[in-house]
């Protein structure tokens, strides 16, 4: 029998208070007083705290235990905190989907991380625990270059999930960027100072290639010492993805510095084919005056010319948006020479400007080169060892405009991912660093080819559902509340083949 009872009486402002007593040799003691109620709705709150004071103070309340009331105040309610553990796990399940999940989950996370905050390692463990209440050890930097033993298996993991998406890698499309580190001293074995796509040439810098398949899904990439020039970089990134993945040689499409005279025999006696960038202004003036005197000036309108000795053919499209372009850039060109001219300074970097032998005037506007330049105002060249029978010279200047998804996915590393500037210093770590962030592309690109948005969009629809976690002070007891999916996200998260969890 319990010795513990609720009592209610009227006070003298004819409130009702609520006490809880206990009966000891026939004398009632107060036990506890719960609070004064001046409503029925205030009254139920406190009998329900008396009954969570009582549950609390005897062990068995009577032989069939009844449930104890639920009813808590609303402003007595804590809030303890908010997380994005949805957003997490639905992270989590797409690096599974990417053929991740035998790793570590150490490295998942940090990869989750970049997509979702990108910053130092240290920041990412800070934001792991506030965000997902998930916690690692402080010392990660000595667990980052475990992680290069799963490099292999991660980029296997990246071919056979490319593999999901399309039956066969027909065509591949490789291109380098460079991530310059927040340092300016460079260590001469591989951060090292050269042309910088980032406008960083006073900071070191490392050569990153990557090679993706038509869709822009990373397969594999390479780090090389930022001095390498980038035309050095195609052939051993293409030898790795072969010795990783034999099948019929793809199509490979690539900027205009990889075609130099060492990689074209390479890739003719290896058996690739290639569609590669043409530098027209480089090439013979009667070359030009050939291209400029078969193109017709319609929009659209292409030809393919045997480049002079018959190593390959070029094919030259015309395009009236490119020409406006072209001709905008043109005429800033020309004007800026004409006046460095006037003034007799060379300009940095100034075309159209050359020098003389004349010590009166060492600077003159060289007006061949303006010729030449003008006359392939919206032209463009791709070279290629492809024959027309096998695709036509319209599917050749759209293969190679689909080099704007390498381009693109690069943007995301570097813009969405902030994979620079880098601040690991050992050989190791700077790897491991990139490894994590090529980790990331794969899901993020994964999001994009899946559901046709933007990583950015999914990600922000992921951040909005919100986990809130309530405590009651009187039961001790949490409770988590998730906020409401946003309208759009079921549909996002069918596409990616999530579960809806409630």
């Known amino acids: 029998m319990s ?27 107060i036990a506890k007083h719960i609070g004064s109620a001046k409503n029925d709705d205030e009254l139920e709150i406190l ?16 032989l069939f235990q009844l449930s104890v009331s639920q009813v808590v105040a609303f402003d007595q309610i804590e809030v303890t905190g908010v997380s994005h553990q949805f957003a997490h796990d639905q992270l989590f399940a797409l690096a599974k989907q990417c053929g991740l999940d035998k790793l570590d989950s150490l490295y998942i996370d940090l990869a989750i991380m970049r997509l979702i905050e990108p910053c130092s390692k240290h920041r990412s463990l800070e934001l792991l625990k506030r965000y997902f209440g998930i916690s690692y050890s402080q010392y990660i930097y000595e667990q980052l270059p475990q992680l290069l033993e799963e490099r292999e298996r991660i980029e296997q993991a990246a071919i056979t999930t490319a593999k999901s998406f399309q039956d066969k890698f027909a065509l591949l499309l490789y291109d380098v960027t460079t991530l310059y580190f927040e340092t ?8 090292a100072r050269g042309f910088s796509k ?15 398949t038509a869709q822009g899904f990373p397969l594999i990439h390479e780090v090389f010492k930022g001095n390498t020039f980038e035309g050095h970089t195609m052939l051993t990134v293409l030898k790795k993805f072969q010795q990783q993945h ?18 074209r025999s390479v890739l003719e006696d290896e058996g690739y084919h290639y569609i590669v960038g043409a530098r027209l202004a480089n090439t013979k003036p009667d070359f030009i005056q050939q291209v400029c005197h078969q193109l017709s000036k319609e929009d659209g309108a292409t030809i393919r010319c045997s480049y002079p000795g018959g190593i390959y053919d070029v094919v030259c499209s015309y395009s009236r948006a490119r020409y406006k372009k072209d001709k905008r850039e043109f005429d800033k060109q020309i004007e800026k020479a004409k006046s460095l001219v006037a003034r007799q300074e060379p300009g940095r970097r100034a075309k159209y400007v050359k020098k003389s032998k004349e010590a009166n005037k060492p600077y003159l506007f060289d007006e061949g080169l303006k010729q030449k330049t003008e006359q392939l105002l919206g032209i463009k060249g791709y070279c290629t060892n492809i024959p027309i029978e096998a695709l036509s010279n319209e599917q050749i200047v759209q293969y190679y405009h689909d080099l704007w998804r390498v381009e693109q996915t690069f943007r995301m590393s570097k813009s969405d991912l902030k994979a620079r500037p880098i601040f690991h210093y050992t050989h190791d770590a700077i ?18 080819i899946k559901t046709g948005r933007s990583l950015r969009y999914v990600r922000d629809l992921l951040w909005q559902v919100q986990e809130v976690h309530l405590r009651d002070p009187s039961s001790k007891k949490e409770r988590i509340a998730r906020s409401p999916m946003p309208s759009e996200l079921p549909e996002i998260l069918e596409l990616l083949e999530l579960k809806i969890q409630h």
């Open 198 to 212: 980032d406008d960083k040439s006073k900071q070191p810098q490392v050569v990153i290639g990557l090679l993706v």
């Open 3 to 29: 010795k513990y009872r609720i009592r209610t009486v009227r006070t003298a402002s004819g409130a009702r208070a609520v006490q809880v007593v206990c009966y000891k040799n026939n004398t009632r003691k």
């Open 246 to 263: 034999h099948t019929e040689k793809p199509i490979i499409v690539a900027d205009a510095a990889m075609l130099s005279k060492i990689n």
């Open 184 to 191: 300016h001293k460079p260590d001469d074995a591989l951060q």
């Open 47 to 62: 009998r329900s705290s008396a009954e969570q004071y009582i549950s609390e103070h005897e062990p068995q309340l009577t």
């Open 431 to 448: 790897r491991a660093h990139l490894l994590i962030c090529f980790m990331a592309l794969m899901i993020g690109k994964m999001i994009e």
